[in-house]
C-alpha cells in the first residue's frame, strides 16, 4: 500500500521522508518550502502546476523506498 497518496499533504510529506524532495525538485513544485505546503495536498499543487498527479505520487512512493 502506498505511502503516498494525492490526499498527503506536502509538509507531511517532507517531514516523513526527505528522500521525496528530489521528486518536487524534478518537477520543478519548490512548495515544500513555501506556507502553503502546510494546508495544501499534492492534489492540489499537481492541478495549480499541471502536473500528472498519479506518474507524481507514483515517483515519490518510489522514491522514499530507496
Known amino acids: 500500500m ?3 497518496t ?3 499533504n506536502i509538509a507531511e510529506i517532507v ?3 526527505p528522500a521525496a524532495i ?5 518537477y520543478n513544485l519548490f512548495c515544500f518550502g513555501c506556507s502553503a ?3 495544501e495536498n499534492l ?3 499537481s492541478q495549480e502546476f499541471g502536473v500528472n498527479i ?4 507514483k515517483e515519490l512512493n518510489e522514491a522514499i523506498e530507496k
Open 6 to 8: 494525492k490526499e498527503t
Open 15 to 17: 517531514e516523513k521522508y
Open 2 to 4: 502506498p505511502k503516498i
Open 22 to 26: 528530489e521528486v518536487f525538485k524534478k
Open 43 to 45: 492534489e492540489a499543487i
Open 37 to 39: 505546503a502546510h494546508f
Open 54 to 57: 498519479d506518474k507524481f505520487v
